[in-house]
């Protein structure tokens, strides 16, 4: 990968390139799939609802062909029964409306999910231009189209063909039934023919699902480069970014420091290291970090001990391993606790002498710290 082009677009989108994309309304879509659901759902509601819109049919037809001399001489009769017969022949087409608007809606959901975006209905030039146009026309999904046109219409018709040669027979004793059983029986026959051809279309949904899929990721894939310009963008040129962090050590540092006069004791190592800690005999628990640094920070945190009384003991070993394994604000390692603990000891043998003017005692040596911790 690092010999190669940073300009080829191999590298997976990042989140913001996603979400841009999605703000756009860039999302994975396939009409093949929405146009099935569309015609099964259609037919399955044909199926489900047909007798209705038969029984409906064959009102408005008896009425609408039936008409008494005083009705045709009055215009006003001709409109309200024009009216009463539309009425009636929509209320038997709005569930299958409320059918089609979900099935309309069902699609996009289950692949890309719900998207509205104003940029996806904005004017573009590009679209008009005939060379952009063409390039579209000859590219891979243009002979992809293709190929799904040429699919569907040899999968409809050879369906198309199988199924009026099974219903030969059925098809032509519809001229020996009665007008409301011969309709009933023409849409059984439709909404089966109908559920038959719509179910053909699944097997070029499944082929141009993934296809769509494979040519979305493929569309919002990045160069090396656009990723690195991006984090620029969204993190900040590295001059700016280093200044920042150091402005965020300061701060921490400044806070740190503040922290030191409450601390117990410093333990140093002695001149390289120093951490403050802090015990709080009421609250229990194990004594907590306050401060820590080397060098400078540690000479700083010791100038601060000082000026406040507090007591600086040398503990090299035990220095360093509360240095390396212990963050600011955090309880000492339980490995460390008999250690702190003859330390802590001192201080208060420490500060009671001095403020009793007795002797004060020896500094603790040889502190167990185990081996892995030195």
Known sequence: MSGG?????????????LREAREK????????????????????????LGYLLIGDLVTIMREGLVLERGMAMDPVALVQQFGALVGRGLRGLVPLFILLVLAALVGPASM?????????????????????GLAR????KGLMELVKTLAKFLLVVAASVLLIWSLRDELLFLSHESLHAALGHVGTLLAKAFLLLSSVLILVALVDVPFQ???????????????????????????????IRALQREMSQRRMMERVPEADVVITNPTHYAVALAYDRDAGGAPRLLAKGADLVALRIREIAG?????????PPLARALYATTELEQEIPAELYVAVAHVLAYVYQLNAARSQGGEEPAPPTDLPVPDEFK
Not at 5 to 17: A, L, Q, V, W, Y
Not at 114 to 131: G, L
Not at 213 to 242: A, C, F, W
Not at 307 to 315: E, K, L, M, T
């Open 5 to 17: 082009n940073s300009e080829e677009r191999t590298e997976k989108p990042t989140p913001k390139r």
């Open 25 to 48: 309304g860039q999302v994975a879509r396939s009409r093949e799939l929405n146009g099935t659901l569309i015609l099964m759902i259609s037919a399955l509601g044909l199926w489900g």
């Open 112 to 132: 890309g999910g719900m998207v509205f975006s104003t940029k996806a209905i904005s004017f573009k030039a590009e679209k008009i231009n005939p060379v952009k």
């Open 137 to 140: 026309i000859f590219s891979a």
């Open 213 to 243: 899929i494979y040519q979305h990721n493929k569309q919002l894939k990045m160069s090396l480069k656009e990723i690195k310009d991006e984090n620029k963008e969204t993190e900040g040129r590295p001059e700016v970014k280093g200044k």
């Open 307 to 315: 000026a406040h009384g507090i007591a600086v003991v040398s503990a």
